[in-house]
């Protein structure tokens, strides 16, 4: 293997090393075959495993996640692909209401474990269908599990994690991340969910963010190292389940809070975050929390006009300076 | 069909008749809270279709599934037992009676969000298809979902990959409250689109148990030769409203008069009748039944609610609920 992956090879390489040693592990999805999918995340699938495990399927999303699950319900390990994370909305049923419901309504007896991959986030100019953060959606209905990697190591060790778990996972790729490029991990790496990672040490403000949001918080963190602001950045990975032991003993040692969302700030996972700190952390805190977040908009086209709408490093710099000073 | 095997089926759709009507009277009595559907009327499509199963075929119904859980081997106390919220619910009291589930006999489900669960039956054949197993699935569904994205999503996509899989419509001439024949384009709700999907669509009479049976069966064998999917359109009448809250009354009672006189039990009998069985062997088959219902009553009303705990149980494969480390 070379000596850096991309983010988007690592998507397909993840997959693959679970298709590998797993036979029940296949694909279906809109263009993952021979195209090798849309943001070229499933390049080389077909052809290593062949068009039984990996399936081209019509645009039919409701039928994608569907037939995935019942696929799941029958001892297969289904990986299915909704290109855009917009579009989890044509299928929302599925995941706001059967998949995740099925263990518990049938008192535990039946189990479904599936992978939901889809391109999520902003920052490409895809326009408001295309562009938008979708994992709040997700993150509000109980029995999904959420990845949401950073980097090329941790997409093939989240992905390892997800596909073996026996509980559905909603599996975020950011789309401004997949040209990103990183370390290949060791063979049999795996991340599991509800780790989060402190991917840069600080004393004086813990950031709290999540993939396309943790390069902006680790630049803002060296723009602040210059000013003798000394953050640490923790990067979630995974929403559910949600690292709080993490944040909170971050929290212990800087005792500010901010944490740095894509999507927007009604709703977002930032306020369950600070929820929980307000909740059980409260004395750990020595100045009010701040939630940098998207605006409370659609995702406009213009380059121009995004970066009104996504938090961008000024924005979290100016936040941060403001809490160091409080 | 030979008497022995009618004869069986007439005491499993008595037992199911006989389930529906406890399952009404102890709602009415205040036993069962929530809401039922009841499939009084509709017997003969789960029991005839079940007799044309394997024993390992997937079943995936709606919200109106008590004749498919029991038809597939779920018992009346345990069906009884769920809707009375006892701990020994055929789901421990978490799914109710519109979610009943007897995953051990591959009876995966009943879903009350309507069509939902065909793409679900779909993967189920597909997943078959992968493993190898001459598994087939089947999906039974009212006249209303045929209207639902999924359910043409569901017959493309099986069509497309050819999978062995069934979809059979239980047509019982209202889509809820409305008539379907008001709100839909075709005048065969289910087999009408079939061509459109380049797959066989058969209309039965979904009283006729020997109908149904012989339709289901022969589409069955078609699928697992891999010859694909195929729609079984079969027309039937709820003996009740739609759930407990409706007394049906924009039904028109010769049409009502018209289908209660067309009885699948009725029409079993008869069939039995002619084939030379004895009246007393068949009220024999029908006292069991009652017995047998009597019994899970009594079984369930003296079953132990939940432990309020449960509620935090099963979210996850883990057993638990825990959302946060």
Same mark, same amino acid.
């Given at each position: 293997?070379?000596?850096?992956?991309?983010?988007?090879?690592?998507?397909?390489?993840?997959?693959?090393?679970?298709?590998?040693?797993?036979?029940?592990?296949?694909?279906?999805?809109?263009?993952?075959?021979?195209?090798?999918?849309?943001?070229?995340?499933?390049?080389?699938?077909?052809?290593?495993?062949?068009?039984?495990?990996?399936?081209?399927?019509?645009?039919?999303?409701?039928?994608?996640?569907?037939?995935?699950?019942?696929?799941?319900?029958?001892?297969?390990?289904?990986?299915?692909?909704?290109?855009?994370?917009?579009?989890?909305?044509?299928?929302?049923?599925?995941?706001?209401?059967?998949?995740?419901?099925?263990?518990?309504?049938?008192?535990?007896?039946? !189990?479904?474990? @599936? %992978?939901?991959?889809?391109? &999520?986030?902003?920052?490409? =100019?895809? #326009? /408001?269908?295309?562009?938008?953060?979708?994992?709040?959606?997700?993150?509000?209905?109980?029995?999904?599990?959420?990845?949401?990697?950073?980097?090329?190591?941790?997409?093939?060790?989240?992905?390892?994690?997800?596909?073996?778990?026996?509980?559905?996972?909603?599996?975020?790729?950011?789309?401004?991340?997949?040209?990103?490029?990183?370390?290949?991990?060791?063979?049999?790496?795996?991340?599991?969910?509800?780790?989060?990672?402190?991917?840069?040490?600080?004393?004086?403000?813990?950031?709290?963010?999540?993939?396309?949001?943790?390069?902006?918080?680790?630049?803002?963190?060296?723009?602040?190292?210059?000013?003798?602001?000394?953050?640490?950045?923790?990067?979630?990975?995974?929403?559910?389940?949600?690292?709080?032991?993490?944040?909170?003993?971050?929290?212990?040692? !800087?005792?500010? @809070? %901010?944490?740095?969302?894509? &999507?927007?700030?009604?709703? =977002?996972? #930032? /306020?369950?975050?600070?929820?929980?700190?307000?909740?059980?952390?409260?004395?750990?805190?020595?100045?009010?929390?701040?939630?940098?977040?998207?605006?409370?908009?659609?995702?406009?086209?213009?380059?121009?006009?995004?970066?009104?709408?996504?938090?961008?490093?000024?924005?979290?710099?100016?936040?941060?300076?403001?809490?160091?000073?409080? | 069909?030979?008497?022995?095997?009618?004869?069986?089926?007439?005491?499993?759709?008595?037992?199911?008749?006989?389930?529906?009507?406890?399952?009404?009277?102890?709602?009415?009595?205040?036993?069962?809270?929530?809401?039922?559907?009841?499939?009084?009327?509709?017997?003969?499509?789960?029991?005839?279709?079940?007799?044309?199963?394997?024993?390992?075929?997937?079943?995936?119904?709606?919200?109106?599934?008590?004749?498919?859980?029991?038809?597939?081997?779920?018992?009346?106390?345990?069906?009884?037992?769920?809707?009375?919220?006892?701990?020994?619910?055929?789901?421990?009291?978490?799914?109710?009676?519109?979610?009943?589930?007897?995953?051990?006999?591959?009876?995966?489900?009943?879903?009350?969000?309507?069509?939902?669960?065909?793409?679900?039956?779909?993967?189920?054949?597909?997943?078959?298809?992968?493993?190898?197993?001459?598994?087939?699935?089947?999906?039974?569904?009212?006249?209303?979902?045929?209207?639902?994205?999924?359910?043409?999503?569901?017959?493309?996509?099986?069509?497309?990959?050819?999978?062995?899989?069934?979809?059979?419509?239980?047509?019982?001439?209202?889509?809820?409250?409305?008539?379907?024949?008001?709100?839909?384009?075709?005048?065969?709700?289910?087999?009408?689109?079939?061509?459109?999907?380049?797959?066989?669509?058969?209309?039965?009479?979904?009283?006729?148990?020997?109908?149904?049976?012989?339709?289901?069966?022969?589409?069955?064998?078609?699928?697992?030769?891999?010859?694909?999917?195929?729609?079984?359109?079969?027309?039937?009448?709820?003996?009740?409203?739609?759930?407990?809250?409706?007394?049906?009354?924009?039904?028109?009672?010769?049409?009502?008069?018209?289908?209660?006189?067309?009885?699948?039990?009725?029409?079993?009998?008869?069939?039995?009748?002619?084939?030379?069985?004895?009246?007393?062997?068949?009220?024999?088959?029908?006292?069991?039944?009652?017995?047998?219902?009597?019994?899970?009553?009594?079984?369930?009303?003296?079953?132990?609610?939940?432990?309020?705990?449960?509620?935090?149980?099963?979210?996850?494969?883990?057993?638990?609920?825990?959302?946060?480390?």
């Amino acid at each position: 293997m070379a000596d850096v992956i991309t983010y988007r090879e690592a998507v397909a390489e993840g997959i693959a090393r679970e298709m590998r040693r797993d036979p029940a592990v296949v694909c279906l999805g809109e263009d993952i075959g021979e195209a090798g999918g849309v943001f070229k995340t499933t390049v080389g699938l077909l052809k290593e495993f062949g068009p039984e495990r990996v399936w081209d399927t019509p645009i039919s999303e409701q039928a994608i996640v569907g037939a995935a699950m019942g696929a799941a319900m029958t001892g297969m390990r289904p990986v299915a692909e909704i290109m855009f994370s917009d579009f989890l909305a044509c299928c929302w049923d599925y995941l706001a209401n059967e998949i995740p419901k099925v263990r518990y309504m049938t008192g535990g007896q039946v !189990t479904v474990p @599936l %992978v939901v991959r889809t391109a &999520n986030g902003g920052g490409l =100019g895809f #326009g /408001a269908q295309h562009s938008q953060a979708t994992e709040n959606w997700a993150l509000t209905v109980p029995g999904l599990k959420i990845a949401a990697p950073t980097t090329p190591a941790d997409v093939i060790g989240m992905m390892a994690a997800a596909i073996r778990s026996d509980d559905p996972v909603v599996f975020f790729e950011h789309k401004g991340l997949l040209a990103s490029k990183g370390a290949p991990p060791p063979p049999d790496h795996v991340v599991e969910l509800g780790r989060a990672a402190v991917v840069r040490e600080g004393a004086d403000v813990t950031l709290v963010a999540l993939a396309s949001m943790v390069p902006v918080a680790l630049e803002a963190a060296a723009r602040l190292a210059e000013e003798g602001i000394d953050a640490e950045v923790v990067d979630l990975r995974s929403l559910i389940p949600l690292d709080t032991a993490a944040v909170l003993a971050s929290l212990a040692k !800087t005792s500010r @809070l %901010v944490t740095v969302e894509e &999507n927007p700030y009604q709703g =977002g996972w #930032g /306020a369950t975050v600070v929820s929980v700190v307000a909740d059980e952390g409260f004395d750990l805190l020595d100045a009010p929390v701040r939630r940098i977040a998207g605006e409370c908009v659609p995702l406009p086209f213009a380059d121009v006009l995004e970066e009104q709408v996504i938090p961008t490093t000024q924005k979290v710099v100016a936040a941060v300076r403001g809490l160091a000073a409080y | 069909m030979d008497a022995t095997e009618l004869l069986t089926l007439y005491e499993r759709m008595a037992l199911v008749r006989r389930t529906e009507k406890a399952a009404h009277d102890l709602f009415m009595s205040g036993l069962v809270k929530g809401t039922t559907h009841l499939a009084a009327g509709h017997e003969a499509i789960a029991v005839g279709a079940s007799a044309a199963l394997r024993d390992d075929d997937y079943v995936f119904a709606t919200y109106r599934g008590h004749h498919h859980a029991l038809a597939r081997g779920a018992t009346p106390e345990e069906c009884l037992a769920e809707l009375m919220s006892r701990a020994t619910g055929l789901c421990r009291a978490k799914g109710g009676s519109m979610h009943l589930t007897k995953a051990s006999r591959n009876m995966l489900g009943s879903y009350a969000i309507v069509g939902a669960h065909l793409p679900m039956a779909v993967g189920a054949a597909w997943s078959a298809r992968l493993r190898g197993t001459g598994q087939l699935a089947v999906a039974f569904f009212g006249d209303g979902a045929t209207n639902i994205g999924a359910f043409h999503e569901a017959l493309n996509l099986a069509a497309v990959w050819k999978l062995p899989v069934l979809f059979v419509c239980e047509n019982n001439l209202y889509m809820e409250y409305t008539p379907i024949a008001d709100v839909t384009a075709v005048a065969r709700p289910a087999a009408d689109r079939a061509p459109a999907y380049g797959i066989p669509g058969e209309v039965v009479d979904g009283n006729d148990v020997v109908a149904v049976r012989e339709t289901v069966g022969a589409l069955a064998e078609r699928a697992r030769a891999g010859g694909g999917p195929a729609i079984v359109e079969a027309e039937t009448y709820r003996h009740f409203g739609h759930s407990r809250a409706d007394p049906a009354a924009y039904r028109p009672a010769e049409e009502v008069e018209r289908w209660l006189k067309h009885d699948p039990l009725d029409l079993a009998r008869g069939r039995l009748a002619e084939l030379g069985v004895e009246e007393e062997t068949v009220t024999a088959a029908d006292e069991r039944a009652r017995d047998a219902v009597q019994k899970a009553v009594e079984a369930a009303k003296n079953a132990p609610p939940p432990d309020p705990r449960e509620a935090l149980t099963d979210v996850w494969a883990d057993g638990g609920a825990a959302w946060r480390t």
